[in-house]
């Protein structure tokens, strides 16, 4: 490099930086050391200078890119609303299940209590479709486990994105009010997510048969 | 000798669900005293104040896992005897050799059918 030697506030800073915990350092403060490189470059530029001067603009404008790109990407979304949505669904679907499940089992049980005063073939093959129908119902608690699991895999991505959010600082909260969201969908558009059903609902947000029956007799 | 049909059968798993279908096909090969626990911790509680002649338990529970009580039951001097049958969606080879080395009776991959849960039962107590 053209000069003697590194800026010491540049040296103090690369210093700080190698002492970040967990191994990550904000893209700010890497954008930040990069044009501290480029800005210390002065005097007289060997050949070498000039390529290293170089590579290091051209890592400049790739960081200032990769940023707005992944900003763009709205991470803080995908942690704060899909992310949370995608797991309560999932626990949804196991909650339901194991209900669907419970209720096949109580008739069950009554189909064995009449079963129990029938004799000879016929609560031979009653017995048999019961055993079926218990073996059956093992699939709730497959279908539990390897949900969970999935779970467990969301929790482990938002912590992921949780740490990306940490890295990019301000620059996605800077995206959001460089870009909002628009409320009123364009005319002649094909309708959006938001317009169309969203399959079941959510226990706690959907209304029951009753309520709804209530509502229309409202109108009465 | 018989199988004792009358003695307590203690079954371990966390989901409801599963208790549930276990006893009943457990019921339906005549077992008549089945006793439930949801993890391993309350399982060994149950084993300590009653006996039992058999345990069927699942391995993913929390805090105490199915291993963990196989474990303490082979190392307790009064329940060591006990026949355990591990019933899991845990089919890797690594964890059938563990269970194998700490003492597992026998080991029933989910899903199961009756059959195999019967089958299972007779060789580790015999006919009946």
Sequence with gaps: MATDSVDPELAARLQELG?????????????????????????????????????????????????SDIAALRPDEVKDEFLPKAADELDAIVEATAEATNSIMDAVGEIEEVMSKLKGKNAERLMDATTKIYEACGFQDITGQRITKVVGALHHIEEKVDALLAAFGDEIAKYKVANPKTEEPPEAQKPTDEELLHGPQMKEQAMSQDDIDALLNSFD | MAVDLNMNVLIVDDYQTMLRILRNLLRQLNFKNIDEASDGSEALKKLRAKSFGLIISDWNMEPMTGIQLLREVRADEKLKHIPFVMITAESKSENVIAAKEAGVSNYIVKPFNAETLKGKLISVLGEF
Aim: aromatic residues 4%.
């Design chain 1, 19 to 67: 002492k970040e915990p967990g191994g990550t350092v904000k893209v700010d403060e890497i954008a930040e050391v990069v044009e501290a490189i480029l800005t210390t470059m002065h005097g007289d530029l060997s050949a070498v200078d000039v390529k290293l001067y170089d590579e290091l603009e051209n890592l400049s404008r790739f960081i200032s890119e990769a940023k």
